[in-house]
């Protein structure tokens, strides 16, 4: 009985399949931490996100509570009327200018948010008109405008509550914010 010839020893084998085991080990090692690393990345973008849009928020909340309270009542000051008209006014929402980045919200929370945005333009636009007629602008008017106050801040204080529940470090800025108000 003949016996077969060995092309490669089988100590040079085993130091083959050890050498590929341990560059293995090596890339899943890598492989791990470079994951780690995205999430972590990641959960912090998200976090700065979190900061960013929580911010707006409150903004938005304070501003429409303090203009609600400071809005006249009365048409007799026509020089006091244009000034609260104007402070009235809020701007653009800023987070709604990338709001692919918030896909860490919920459906509910992002479709709120993006009528908080048509909400506010909205008031803008309202607050526009009446300061472009002034001398014909009811005490109506005002009331409506008032009225319409209402909604940016419910709905900025509901989506507060909801990030402060996704992140309960957020209450104490969240109390704060209502000292300042007196709501609390």
């Known amino acids: ?16 399949l050890i050498g590929a085991g341990g560059a293995l ?40 509570s303090y203009a609600k309270n400071e809005l006249p009542t009365s048409t007799s000051d026509a020089k006091e009327l244009r000034l609260r008209l104007q402070w009235s006014k809020y701007g653009k929402l800023q987070s709604t200018e990338n709001i692919d980045q918030y896909g860490f919200l919920s459906a509910s929370d992002i479709r709120l948010f993006l009528q908080l945005g048509l909400r506010i333009r909205n008031n803008d636009v309202l607050l526009d008109l009446l300061l472009a007629d002034i001398p014909a602008m009811t005490q109506d008017d005002l009331a409506s405008a008032n009225k319409r106050m209402d909604y ?4 900025t ?4 509550n909801r990030l402060v529940e996704k992140r309960p470090g957020l209450r104490n800025v969240l109390i704060v914010i209502e000292k300042d108000l007196g709501t609390i």
């Open 152 to 155: 940016p801040i419910e709905t």
């Open 157 to 160: 204080r509901d989506l507060i």
């Open 25 to 64: 080990i090596v890339a899943l090692v890598v492989a791990y931490i470079g994951y780690k690393r995205y999430l972590h990345e990641r959960a912090h973008q998200q976090e700065t996100l979190l900061n960013a849009l929580f911010g707006e928020l409150a903004n938005i909340y304070e501003h429409y």
């Open 1 to 16: 009985m003949q016996s077969i010839p060995m092309i490669f020893p089988i100590s040079s084998l085993a130091s083959a």
